[in-house]
């Protein structure tokens, strides 16, 4: 196998360490991908998997996709409460479901 010097090709190690900035809105997304993904799952399987992939690695890529995003979601919610940038809301009366609705 020959090197091209002329076209060199950019990696990230796996085990290279970056820090990002990360909104609250890209948070909401990523939330919602992880709905998502328990959703295509069922809520049934993916709680099954999840508690499976405490005690062991994934064994194909739903249990890797789902673990992926759960940890990076869990890894923002860390580093938010490390940083104070939670805040506790307390919904207004218009956002509360209307309880004689169906």
């Known amino acids: 196998m020959s090197v091209d010097n002329d076209n060199p090709v950019h990696v990230f190690p796996p085990d290279a360490v970056v820090n990002i900035n990360v909104s609250g809105g890209f948070y909401i997304r990523l939330t919602k991908l992880l ?3 328990v959703i295509k799952l069922t809520p049934e399987k993916a709680l099954v998997m999840i508690t499976d992939l405490q005690k062991r690695p994934p064994e194909n890529d739903d249990e890797f ?6 940890t990076l979601v869990n890894e923002l919610e860390k580093a938010a409460r490390e940083q104070n940038k939670y805040e506790v ?4 009366e218009y956002e509360k479901p209307d309880e004689d609705s169906n």
Do not use: A, F, Q, R
Not at 65 to 70: G, K
Not at 89 to 92: D, Q, T
């Open 89 to 92: 809301v307390i919904p207004s």
């Open 65 to 70: 996709n789902l673990l992926t995003v759960i």
């Open 35 to 37: 709905g998502d993904l």
